[in-house]
């Protein structure tokens, strides 16, 4: 079935740059998301890319996809106390209207 | 953008009694909803399909005569926890897609923390 795999945990200084990885299994995933959950909150929508896009950039946001290795990144530039939280990864295995697949998510902790 | 409604956004309950929990899609139609629950420190575990006008479909393991699903509009999907038990407390979010661009990207409610005492 399908799988999204994340790394659990990332440390960074305040003003680096972070780079969350995940990978991905199912090769017909039409779109990819990056959502942010602060603690006690629901998901909120940061970014997504369609898969045949191998980068996308919003502000301090960068997507790079590689799909030959079905591996997805988000960079958050000038990392911020306020970026602190859990970043999910999740795509749509097939289209249609089918519920998204999360991998576990990566808890960024910034270190002022 | 568009926005999913979820409430309450946290509830305590008795032992023994039941929880709605209403999701709307505020501006967009969606035929289907999605309820994830959430365990401290870990991700969303997809529970059920929530279809409009038929049976919600539900995940491997989910007791469907625990957790009703109802989706009588195509705003709206609710979730009620019946005879809740300490076990039931979590965290719940659903999630909706445009029904006129399912393959783009999916909205959250805020989720609703219940505790069961």
């Known amino acids: 079935g399908e799988d999204v795999e994340q790394s659990l945990f990332l440390s960074v200084r305040e003003g680096d740059s972070s780079v969350i990885n995940c990978t991905y299994t199912?090769?017909?995933?039409?779109?990819l998301y990056w959502y942010k959950q602060e603690p006690g909150a629901g998901l909120q929508l940061l970014t997504y890319?369609?898969?045949?896009?191998d980068m996308k950039q919003d502000q301090r946001l960068t997507v790079l996809l590689n799909k030959k290795d079905k591996h997805l990144s988000l960079r958050i530039a000038d990392t911020q106390t306020g970026d602190s939280a859990i970043y999910f990864c999740?795509?749509?295995?097939?289209?249609?209207?089918?519920?998204?697949?999360f991998g576990k998510g990566t808890r960024l902790s910034v270190i002022a | 953008g568009a926005v999913v409604s979820q409430h309450p956004s946290w509830v305590i309950c008795k032992s023994g009694t039941s929880v709605k929990i209403e999701c709307r899609s505020l501006?967009?139609?969606?035929?289907?909803m999605f309820w994830y629950r959430q365990f401290p420190k870990q991700s969303l575990m997809l529970m059920a399909t929530?279809?409009?006008?038929?049976?919600?479909?539900?995940e491997q393991g989910v007791e469907k005569d625990k957790f009703l699903i109802n989706h009588a509009s195509l705003t709206l999907s609710t979730l009620t926890v019946t005879s809740a038990h300490p076990e039931d407390s979590s965290f719940y979010i659903c999630?909706?897609?445009?029904?006129?661009?399912?393959?783009?990207?999916?909205?959250f409610g805020q989720g609703t923390r219940l505790t069961v005492v």
């Open positions: 999630s909706a897609r445009d029904i006129d661009r399912l393959n783009t990207e999916a909205f």
């Open positions: 199912d090769s017909s995933s039409t779109y």
């Open positions: 890319i369609f898969s045949n896009m």
């Open positions: 999740a795509e749509i295995p097939n289209s249609g209207n089918t519920p998204l697949v």
């Open positions: 501006d967009f139609q969606a035929t289907t």
């Open positions: 929530s279809n409009e006008g038929s049976k919600a479909t539900y």
